[in-house]
């Protein structure tokens, strides 16, 4: 059974997971249907609040409310006109007196969603925490690679790049762990450091150790704004040794799934050509995106045996 | 007059009778009178943090405690950086507590131009200090330690690489990688330490350093204390008990379950600067403490509820500690009172330039569990609130209200 809230994958128990993703799949459904509308959320709001950029995760949790006919409600906080104004609890108890139901937060600070989730009785669901976890990116993922693989239980995952400051990764490595598949890393010692040995991940030194006999190789996106310095070099230094062009993905399985949190870098983390191939599963994973978080949203709210006119938010 | 009656006193081997300046009668069976404490890193809020501090809080959360003084950080607004900022700062707390200032050992603490050592100095004080601010430059901190030999002053200094000390909030390690937050590596203690080291060899510069955290900031004190450099190290109490792994919620299996120290991940009040270290770091503090070569400090630095009510990263670091840190060292040291009075006591005792005379009067076998609701300090923010510990303080008698100890009943 799902929590109270979706803060991180990290503990979060293999059958959640399939609850989770067998839950995606159905939803998968309405998203091909002529009128893509289901009834379960009608009456509640949900709000994201935002407090970094983002517009596919945002515009996928917004359409994934609508399609289960929640309300939405969207705040994006400049983060820069935060730092000397509201905190984020004061931003956080405004919005609870619009009475929420579940509130969607992204924050450049690992903990942020864990903050609200513990003062308030709304339901959490972490959009991204600076470089700790974004469980829904992880679960998307999962769905992908299951849709393809059929069983996550066994597969081998290639994780390369910035390991270090990645909530992407870190979500994939304890749900895909949990399910039972073996995941290594590869990237610069920069962004897999010694400190990686915290996480159930085996770490070697080159791509080309990683790829040959992965299902998936996860590209992770080089964040210029993430990183202080002397990380890395040059863009193109890090293209030369670690990026996925053709010529390392002829080096993997025919098969290998190749997969991308996007945006994506192109000619940095992977090729163009790489990146349009068949073996790409870029826009899937965005598809799967709305599925998943209908399944989040869904299992949070729509189980809630609270009727609408029952909630109390404690608010007078 | 009054009486505390069947007390045992610190050092004797009989219970006896002690006379105190001020009632009520106490029945001190169980109870022990021992020598009041020093805390070697107050951070007082005054002047300047009104809603962190004031003399009347400070002074009952020091009493409440068992500290009888207080060495102050520079920390406070304005800087006291000037010898007119001395005349000016409060020297005795209401309840009689002292209060022992080190001025700024740069101007604004902001280690460019030292202070004026020679004028500073014809105050008494412990030595000059920029708190929790390490000094960056290595020539500025090698002319401070030449400078102060002729007014035989001694510098109270943190540890730190420049660099190293601006990264991360918890300590830089594989927990830190799973919880997603910015790691502040060992080697920042080690190489700061190294670099005070190597200028105090060259210098004989008189040196008081902490609060050390790592294993390796251990054993280079230890042997420059061996080596006979001028050179006295101190822990904060907290880092006796706890390690990097309270950021999570979770307790050093030592502990048992430890009381009602159930925690979320991300609580701001183990948001500490530096962070709490790995299982291993705390065990060579304690190996320091227990062979006297650390004392151990409250390092209170108490904090608004609005510079704590914030993601973790934003929250201002720092911990209450004056009113738990006796029960948090007697605790970690298994119950040996005697290493706990030497570390809190007699120890720092030695830094004072005036003779101390207080005494505490305490229960070493009494169970309490930290309740920051309902400590005395205004601010509530103790890394240790809810956790069960051994130790109470019954009583403080600072200097000039102390029981007639000397004189046999």
């Known amino acids: 059974m799902i929590g109270k809230d979706l803060l991180q994958l990290r503990g979060m128990s293999r059958e959640t997971i399939v609850e989770i993703l067998d839950t995606a799949e159905q939803m998968r459904e309405v998203g091909r249907r002529k009128v893509k509308k289901v009834p379960p959320l009608r009456g509640r709001l949900v709000v994201t609040l935002f407090f970094e950029n983002s517009t596919r995760t945002k515009t996928s949790f917004e359409l994934a409310a609508k399609r289960l006919s929640a309300d939405t409600l969207s705040f994006n906080v400049n983060t820069s006109s935060t730092t000397k104004g509201e905190t984020l609890m004061d931003t956080a108890r405004t919005i609870y007196a619009m009475q929420p139901d579940a509130v969607v937060v992204r924050h450049g600070c690992a903990g942020a969603p864990h903050l609200l989730a513990r003062n308030f009785p709304w339901r959490v669901l972490n959009a991204g925490d600076g470089i700790h976890e974004h469980p829904s990116q992880g679960l998307l993922d999962m769905l992908t690679m299951r849709d393809q693989l059929k069983s996550l239980d066994g597969a081998r995952v290639a994780i390369v790049g910035d390991v270090q400051h990645s909530r992407v990764a870190r979500s994939n490595i304890w749900g895909l762990t949990t399910m039972g598949a073996k995941v290594v890393v590869a990237g610069p010692g920069t962004m897999c450091r010694n400190e990686l040995s915290g996480l159930p991940v085996e770490r070697r030194h080159t791509i080309d150790d990683v790829v040959k006999d992965a299902d998936v190789i996860m590209l992770l996106r080089i964040q210029h704004e993430r990183l202080g310095r002397a990380v890395l070099p040059s863009p193109r230094e890090y293209a030369a040794f670690y990026g996925l062009d053709l010529a390392r993905l002829r080096m993997a399985r025919p098969d290998v799934m190749v997969m991308h949190p996007g945006p994506i870098n192109r000619g940095v983390e992977i090729g163009a050509d790489v990146a349009d191939s068949e073996q790409s599963a870029i826009l899937a994973q965005v598809t799967n995106g709305i599925a998943v978080r209908m399944a989040l949203l869904y299992l949070l709210l729509g189980s809630d045996e609270r009727r609408p006119d029952e909630v109390s938010h404690g608010v007078d | ?409």
């Open chain 2, 1 to 409: 007059m009054a009486w505390i009656s069947n007390v045992l006193v610190w050092g004797e081997a009989q219970r006896r009778n002690v006379e105190i300046p001020i009632g009520p009668d106490i029945d001190g069976a169980g109870l022990t009178l021992v020598p009041s404490f020093v805390d070697l890193a107050c951070d007082p809020g005054f002047p300047g943090f009104p809603q962190r501090e004031t003399p009347q809080s400070l002074g009952d959360a020091a009493l409440a405690g068992g500290y009888s003084d207080l060495v102050t950080r520079p920390c406070v607004d304005p800087v006291p950086d000037q010898p007119e900022h001395l005349a000016d700062l409060r020297r005795s707390l209401p309840g009689g507590v002292r209060v022992w200032p080190t001025p700024a050992l740069t101007r604004g603490q902001a280690g460019q131009a030292l202070t004026e050592f020679g004028l500073l100095s014809q105050f008494s004080i412990p030595g000059v200090s920029d708190g929790g601010v390490v000094v960056a430059d290595s020539l500025i901190l090698r002319n401070a330690m030449e400078y102060a030999q002729r007014f035989a002053l001694t510098l109270w200094l943190r540890p730190g690489d420049p660099s190293l000390d601006a990264l991360g909030v918890v300590h830089d390690s594989p927990f830190a990688t799973v919880l997603g937050l910015r790691g502040n590596p060992a080697t920042n203690e080690e190489i700061g330490l190294s670099r005070i080291l190597s200028l105090v060899r060259a210098s004989g510069a008189s040196v008081v350093v902490g609060p050390l955290g790592t294993r390796a900031g251990v054993e280079l004190l230890r042997r420059a204390r061996a080596e006979g450099l001028p050179v006295t190290g101190y822990v904060a109490a907290r880092s006796l008990l706890l390690d990097e792994r309270i950021v999570e919620g979770s307790l050093p299996e030592a502990l048992g379950d430890g009381g009602d120290l159930a925690r979320m991940p991300y609580d701001t009040r183990v948001r500490l600067h530096p962070p709490l270290r790995a299982p291993e770091d705390r065990l060579a503090l304690l190996a320091g403490v227990r062979e006297k070569i650390l004392w151990v400090s409250a390092d209170h630095a108490p904090r608004a509820p609005e510079e704590k009510e914030l993601e973790f990263e934003r929250a201002v670091p720092g911990s209450t500690g004056l009113e738990s840190a006796f029960a948090a060292t007697l605790t970690a040291l298994g119950g040996d009172l005697a290493a706990t009075v030497h570390a809190l006591a007699l120890g720092p005792r030695a830094l004072l330039p005036e003779p101390v005379t207080g005494w505490t009067l305490i229960d070493p076998n009494a169970e309490t569990t930290v309740n920051a609701a309902l400590h005395r300090s205004l601010a509530r923010n103790d890394a240790l609130d809810g956790m069960r510990l051994r130790g109470k303080v019954i009583a403080c008698f600072p200097g000039d209200r102390a029981p007639r100890v000397t004189e046999s009943a």
